[in-house]
Structures are given as C-alpha cells and as structure tokens.
C-alpha cells in the first residue's frame, strides 16, 4: 500500500483497484487526482495565508458594516433614519451585486455544482465537526 500526501490529503492507494480510500471515504482515483490538481492551481493563485487573509478581510467589512447597521437601526425613529443606517452597506452591497451582475466578478460558489445549498450543506458539516471535536476535549479535560 503507497501513502501519498498532497495538500493535507493523505491518500491510501492499492495497486488492484481504481478507487482510494481518503478521509472522505472510498473515492476512484480520478476523482482525487482531480481534485488534487483543482487544489494545486488554487494554490498557486494564491497560497493559503493569502486566502485567509482576504477572508477575514471581507468578514471584518460585513461585521463592521453588519454591526453598525444594527446599532443604527436600533436607534432609528424615521424612514429617512432607516435609510441613512442602511446607506454605507447599500454602497458596498451596490458594488458587489454590480461586478456579479457584469460578469466581472465569479464566486466561487456560482460555479460548482452544489450550489448555495451546497455552502450551507459544507457550513453545517464542518461547524458540526469542529463543535463535536471541541466537546470531546471539553469532556476530556473535565
């Protein structure tokens, strides 16, 4: 049995088959392989502290604009105070929806298959996950 390691995958081959076992389960080889070559471009676009970077950029903006939208609304007594909360966001909001609408921007998301449903399948699983590792050390400590 050969261990590859590519990209914190570690794949188990056997020589008889067309399929691998991963941390996914039983996956044929090409599906990996592929999968494998979709990372290693990624990758070169941009390593992985780059994207986590420009990740927690863009959630540092949501939360900020998020947040002062909330305390402004709390505070608002009028339509035209509803609107003048919701304006700084509405104008970054405008842009993205703008460059999506002209093609200029892609998420990544809009061309995978799965779809939003998909991101929020993927949100659950790994927030499940990372919860349910986190208990058990909680459990183990106590």
Do not use: W
């Amino acid at each position: 049995m050969n261990i590859l390691n590519i990209n914190d995958m570690t794949l188990f081959s056997r020589h008889d088959g067309g399929y691998i076992v991963t941390h996914r389960g039983l996956e044929a080889q090409d599906v990996v392989r592929t999968r494998a070559q979709i990372h290693q471009q990624i990758e070169c676009l941009a390593d992985t502290h780059s994207r986590e970077g420009i990740l927690t950029d863009v959630l540092g903006v949501i939360l900020v604009n998020f947040s002062q939208l909330v305390v402004a609304l709390t505070q608002a007594k009028t339509f035209a105070d509803i609107n003048s909360a919701a304006q700084s966001i509405a104008d970054i909001v405008a842009v993205v929806d703008t460059a999506v609408k002209s093609g200029e921007l892609t998420l990544p998301y809009m061309v995978k298959s799965k779809g939003v449903s998909g991101v929020l399948s993927d949100i659950s699983k790994l927030s499940n996950n990372v919860s349910a590792v986190l208990l058990r050390a909680q459990n183990q400590t106590n």
